[in-house]
């Protein structure tokens, strides 16, 4: 009966590519300028979309349990879950938010990927082996190891929640636009299509799918960009003074594309910024949830050392991308008004139909689709199982069975996909990377305290770590939500009550303050026995005995 559900779905999904194609027939139009449409791109777009529906058509045939739809039954090796986390990390935001932020702002637009960077040696570190060997399914699994279970998970759900909406809407927002400048398909029609996806991608394949079209996905994106930095330095002579002197010239002789400070020259969102995206990473529930994929806590850390090789290599080919957009994307074609047309989300794009026609331009957008599905599956996974894994089986029926959570997790996927559309309409004009700074913000001040401290303090107590993740949880939501952001730009509600558009500086702070002083002020016996669990959860996180194994398939 799934596997006819399945069918069904897949062919829903085919049918919404109809449509597609259908407006792509006729002339692309985006902010009023019209161009021809690009057949070779929609021929790829469709041959990649098919492609991950039959990889999800496959999962689904090797996706019996809990295990397996969570963590792909364990049994992914360190290098291909380096590359799919890697894959997480090249998100719409990375690709085509940085790149666009570079083209915008220039050399202040590396300022996100320096700090989606650098939080990786904070997991690398401190926390993928003792991720692998305390947890089982959600990241959840650690922050309440040793501590009264019900109320930590149900903060850990919201907090993870929270953040899976907003890194949703980003990339959302990313698919809307690629296909809106690709096929001339109305935004709104755009992200309805991708909600239908990704439901399928979840439901069915779990995180075994999720986890190949991450791979596949991953491997494209860096050869794709690759080639686009080549070309780029190709043109410029392999001359980087070329490049950024070329790129000077075409912005009118501005020099300040070359300087920093510009973007964030106010020094409390400046830090708070960089507090956002560092500690962020680290509290990522999609990123965390990959570490119960490998069998092991050795392969877990090799996970993290090729998915910081490869990101790092990334970051460097944005940075050519951005300011190779800024010095070979000028032609009229693509812009409107002044503008880049699609907005500055697409400077990639364009710059890929620059070096390599039609072609090249069909293979990139695919990318980029693909890029955008493979995170909105990762996500939409994360958010599930936290209300099925967290909220369901260990707060609600205890004594659920395992077809009893899976089945809550796929309807738990179409709710939160559900949300992913309605929010990725709203925040349609968006810059993308900085839609996901909010989310990091968030991850940075309700997931990152509470899993830190669990792992590295021993006085740390149930009521500290409730009390004190709410405040940060509380404070983060409702500064990001009184903001320049949310309160001036999204709601138009005038002038923001909260002048910082990053809080994480405050929030941050809040949770850690609040997770010690209400840990140090607690004498309860609870508080008693959450001390003494300490050595206990110290051993199995050093020596991973009693972890939990590999399943075969």
Do not use: C
């Not at 069918?7 to 300028?33: E, R, Y």
């Not at 057949?39 to 090797?62: D, E, N, Q």
């Not at 291909?80 to 938010?97: C, K, T, V």
């Not at 398909?185 to 909600?195: N, T």
């Amino acid at each position: 009966m799934t596997m006819n559900l399945l069918k069904n779905i897949l062919s829903l999904a085919a049918l919404l590519l109809v449509p597609t194609i259908a407006f792509a027939a006729g002339d692309m139009q985006t902010d009023g300028t019209k161009s021809e449409t690009n057949f070779s791109a929609i021929a790829m777009f469709v041959i990649f979309v098919g492609l991950t529906l039959y990889i999800t058509y496959w999962a689904a045939k090797r996706t019996k349990s809990a295990k397996d739809f969570y963590a792909a039954g364990g049994g992914i090796t360190g290098l291909q879950n380096g590359l799919a986390i890697a894959g997480d990390y090249m998100s719409a935001a990375s690709f085509l938010g940085i790149t666009g932020m570079v083209y915008l702002k220039g050399y202040d637009g590396l300022i996100f990927a320096i700090g989606f960077l650098v939080g990786w040696p904070i997991i690398l570190f401190l926390m993928s082996e003792r991720l692998r060997n305390l947890g089982k399914y959600t990241f959840t699994d650690v922050a309440a190891y040793r501590f009264q279970q019900k109320p930590i998970r149900i903060l850990a759900a919201f907090g993870g929640v929270a953040v899976v909406i907003l890194y949703l809407i980003a990339q959302m927002v990313g698919a809307g636009k690629l296909i809106e400048l690709l096929f001339g398909l109305d935004f709104s029609y755009a992200v309805v299509m991708v909600g239908v996806l990704i439901i399928a991608y979840v439901s069915f394949g779990g995180m075994l799918a999720t986890t190949w079209v991450q791979i596949i996905k991953a491997v494209l994106l860096l050869g794709g960009a690759t080639f686009i930095a080549l070309m780029v330095m190709v043109n410029m002579g392999f001359s980087f003074e070329t490049l950024f002197k070329t790129a000077v010239d075409n912005r009118g002789g501005n020099m300040n594309i070359l300087f920093s400070g510009g973007f964030v020259s106010d020094p409390v969102n400046a830090i708070s910024l960089g507090i956002a995206l560092m500690f962020g990473t680290a509290g990522l529930p999609h990123i965390l949830m990959r570490f119960f994929t490998v069998p092991d806590a050795k392969e877990a850390r090799k996970s993290v050392f090729y998915a910081t090789g490869f990101i790092g290599y990334f970051y460097i080919l944005a940075f050519i991308i951005g300011f190779g957009a800024i010095a070979l994307v000028t032609a009229d074609m693509y812009m409107h008004a002044g503008k880049l047309i699609g907005g500055n989300n697409m400077a990639a794009i364009h710059l890929s139909h620059v070096l390599g026609g039609d072609a090249f331009l069909g293979f990139i957008s695919a990318v980029a689709f693909a890029t955008i599905l493979a995170v909105v599956s990762g996500l939409t996974l994360a958010g599930a199982s936290a209300i099925s894994h967290d909220i369901y089986a260990n707060v609600i029926n205890p004594n659920a069975t395992e077809e009893q959570e899976t089945r809550v997790a796929k309807r738990a996927t179409f709710v939160i996909g559900a949300l992913a559309i309605i929010f990725g309409i709203g925040f349609k004009d968006q810059n993308i990377a900085f839609v996901v700074a909010l989310a990091f913000t968030i991850a940075a001040s309700a997931n990152f305290p509470v899993l830190i401290m669990s792992m590295f303090w021993g006085n740390m107590t149930t009521r500290g770590a409730v009390i004190g993740g709410w405040l940060g949880l509380i404070s983060a939501v409702v500064m990001v939500v009184l903001g320049p952001v949310v309160w001036t730009q999204i709601l138009h509600m005038g002038e923001a009550i909260v002048p910082y558009k990053f809080p994480a500086l405050f929030t941050v702070a809040i949770a850690f303050i609040g997770i010690w002083f209400f840990s140090i002020t607690d004498k309860s016996e609870r508080a008693r026995t959450d001390k003494e669990g300490f050595e206990a959860q110290f051993i199995r996180a050093q020596t991973g005995i009693g972890a939990e194994g590999a399943s075969s398939h």
